[in-house]
């Protein structure tokens, strides 16, 4: 069974740091890109950032890009995301999740999607 | 505002058939698949729909998705009340090298 399981969600003054990880478990973790997905409170879904399997591509929202920055390590089966600079309208449940394959496209070039989700965490950025 | 077009709410009576849309563009449901999520009340999405209109092993066959053009949509047939939850579409833009997602569609079972 897939599981992913996020930690590192709390709050945070405006202009701080926070590291969020993902820990995986149920399946060959290289095998699969990952992401992470925001949701803040009452609002839609907003992909934040995605890593291919091997860590080797690493794309970001323009929102986030050069604040946050992706990565894995294979060995532990673990994600992360280090976020800096945080802003109030960072605020919001952070969900780690499997992308269907090891690279965002698929053998004719079209990229795929994601399909197992964590449960969140809430990272909160308020003075 | 999102890049994926979807109406913020549909609604039906138990067992119609209700239909959610969602619009793009060419540089994202027009040349990439299109996948579908729904999100249970204080629950995280889970998958329904992947590669256009596959349906993962566990979701019942009253859910079925289709896409043409640059648009998708979703139909719930046989409406139940457990189908009341968020629904949203996405799809990776190649313009904007990024996932990207509909608004989401509440939809209530009358």
């Known amino acids: 069974e897939v599981q992913l399981l996020e930690s590192g969600g709390d709050l945070v003054q405006p202009g701080g740091s926070l590291s969020l990880s993902c820990a995986a478990s149920?399946?060959?973790?290289?095998?699969?890109?990952m992401n992470w997905v925001r949701q803040a409170p009452g609002k839609g879904l907003e992909w934040v950032s995605g890593?291919?399997?091997?860590?080797?591509?690493?794309y970001y929202a323009d929102s986030v890009k050069g604040r946050f920055t992706i990565s894995r390590d294979n060995s532990e089966n673990t994600l992360y995301l280090q976020l800096h600079s945080l802003r109030v309208e960072d605020t919001a449940v952070y969900y780690c999740?499997?992308?269907?394959?090891?690279?965002?496209?698929?053998?004719?070039?079209?990229?795929?999607?994601?399909?197992?989700w964590g449960l969140g965490t809430l990272v909160t950025v308020s003075s | 505002q999102s890049v994926l077009t979807q109406p913020p709410s549909a609604s039906g009576t138990p067992g119609q058939r209700v239909t959610i849309s969602c619009s793009g563009s060419?540089?994202?449901?027009?040349?990439?698949?299109v996948y579908w999520y729904q999100q249970l009340p204080e629950a995280a999405p889970k998958l329904l729909i992947y590669?256009?209109?596959q349906r993962p092993s566990g979701v019942p066959d009253r859910f079925s998705g289709s896409k043409s053009g640059t648009s998708a949509s979703l139909a719930i047939s046989g409406l139940r009340s457990e189908d009341e939850a968020d629904y949203y579409c996405?799809?990776?833009?190649?313009?904007?090298?990024?996932?990207?997602f509909g608004s989401g569609t509440k939809v209530t079972v009358l």
């Open positions: 999740a499997r992308w269907d394959a090891a690279f965002f496209y698929d053998s004719s070039g079209y990229y795929t999607g994601v399909d197992y």
């Open positions: 149920g399946f060959t973790f290289s095998s699969y890109a």
């Open positions: 890593i291919s399997g091997s860590g080797g591509s690493t």
């Open positions: 060419s540089s994202n449901i027009g040349n990439n698949y």
């Open positions: 590669t256009n209109h």
């Open positions: 996405a799809a990776w833009d190649d313009s904007l090298s990024g996932y990207v």
